[in-house]
C-alpha cells in the first residue's frame, strides 16, 4: 500500500464550524489531490496540488481551501462547514512518471 | 469536458459466474483510464489501467479490460467471481495521465450470489 495516511479518519462538527482535515504521504509524490464521494456520484475532485504551495481548484471547489507547505503535507480546509458538506474525504497521491494515482483510507466527516 | 458513464448501478451475478462491468466514457484525446474497486469502509485500490498499446489489459485478481475506442468503451471483465469480489467498481478517465486530477464513473455495486 502507498504511504498515506488521512487524519482524523472520523470526525463530527457543527454547522458553522472550521473543519481541517490532513493527508499525509511518505512517498515523496508530487502530485496530491482531495476527493470527496458521495452516494450516487461516485468521486468527485475538490482541489489538487502539483508541488509545495502549488494548487488549484477541482470540479467542487467552493466551500474549501487547501495548503501545500511541505511535500508530505495536503491539509483541506472548510472554513464554515455546511451540512452538504457531510462526505467522505479521500486523498491521493500520484507521480508524473507512474501518473497513477493511489489512494487513502479516508476521512467520513458528519455535520450536523 | 471529460466525462464517465457507468451504466449499471446494481449487478447481481452468481460465484462462478462470468463478469463484465460497463464503463463509457468521453474525452477528447486519447484518455488514460482506469479501474478502482472500493470494499465497504475502505480506500480505493487500483485493479488495472490503459495507457496506450495492447488495448487488453490484465490487472490485479484475475480482471481484465479492453479498450475500445470506436466505441469510447473500456469495460471490465472477470471470467469467474468470487464472494470477495463483491465490492464498488469505478471506472475513472484522466488527462496526461491524470496529473489534474481523475473524473469518476458514478460506480457499480456488485452483488455476489451464492
Known amino acids: 500500500d502507498a504511504g498515506i495516511t488521512q487524519s482524523p479518519r472520523h470526525k463530527v462538527t457543527e454547522t458553522g464550524t472550521p473543519v481541517t482535515l490532513r493527508c499525509h504521504q511518505t512517498?515523496?509524490?508530487?502530485?496530491m489531490y482531495w476527493y470527496r464521494q458521495d452516494p450516487g456520484h461516485g468521486l468527485r475532485l475538490i482541489h489538487y496540488s502539483y508541488g509545495v504551495k502549488d494548487t488549484d481548484k477541482g470540479e467542487v471547489s467552493d466551500g474549501y481551501s487547501v495548503s501545500r507547505s511541505k511535500t508530505e503535507d495536503f491539509l483541506l480546509t472548510l472554513e464554515s462547514a455546511t451540512s452538504s458538506q457531510t462526505s467522505v474525504y479521500f486523498c491521493a497521491i500520484s507521480e508524473p512518471v507512474q501518473e497513477t494515482q493511489y489512494f487513502g483510507p479516508g476521512t467520513r466527516l458528519l455535520v450536523l | 469536458a471529460q466525462s464517465v458513464t457507468q451504466p449499471d448501478i446494481h449487478i447481481t451475478v452468481s460465484e462462478g459466474a462470468s463478469l463484465e462491468l460497463r464503463c463509457n466514457y468521453s474525452y477528447g484525446a486519447t484518455p488514460y483510464l482506469f479501474w478502482y474497486v472500493q470494499s465497504p469502509g475502505q480506500g480505493l485500490q487500483l485493479l488495472l489501467k490503459?495507457?496506450?498499446?495492447?488495448?487488453l489489459v490484465q490487472g490485479i485478481k484475475g480482471f481484465e479490460a479492453e479498450f475500445k475506442r470506436s466505441q469510447s468503451s473500456f469495460n471490465l471483465r472477470k471470467p469467474s467471481v468470487h464472494w470477495s469480489d463483491a465490492a464498488e467498481y469505478f471506472c475513472a478517465v484522466g488527462a496526461r495521465g491524470g496529473a489534474d486530477g481523475l473524473t469518476f464513473g458514478k460506480g457499480t455495486h456488485l452483488i455476489i450470489q451464492p
Open positions: 490503459y495507457f496506450s498499446g495492447d488495448t
Open positions: 512517498e515523496n509524490h508530487r502530485y
